[in-house]
């Protein structure tokens, strides 16, 4: 069965023909092509929350060291990561570095 995602999940409308691509534009993780398949994914569907730019929240995100905390927090990342189990999940891109960030 194919796994939610995250445009999904949220319905905000910024999948590649969701209902808000004109006022604004396709989100970056349903066009990151380099992505695909990570954890049961479309894109970064199922890897958002390592994608800079996704506009989650009412506002643009950043990377994803500045974005971390609200993400892990988010009921996108709860469920891709009890989906995928422990020993599937993938939390970083593959070659992505976390770097913590003073604010």
Excluded: H
């Excluded at 319905?11 to 049961?40: F, H, Q, V, Y």
């Excluded at 989906?83 to 970083?92: K, M, Y």
């Amino acid at each position: 069965m194919p796994r939610s995602n995250c445009w999904e999940i949220k319905k905000c409308g910024r999948e590649p023909d969701g209902n808000k691509n004109g006022e604004l534009g396709i989100c970056p993780a349903a066009k990151d092509t380099s992505c695909n398949g990570i954890n049961s994914g479309k894109n970064a569907g199922r890897i958002c929350w390592a994608t800079a730019g996704t506009f989650c929240g009412g506002r643009v995100q950043g990377d994803f060291a500045r974005k971390s905390v609200s993400c892990m927090s988010c009921e996108v990342f709860k469920q891709i990561k009890a989906e995928e189990g422990a020993e599937n999940f993938v939390l970083l891109k593959p070659g992505q570095v976390y770097q913590a960030v003073a604010k």
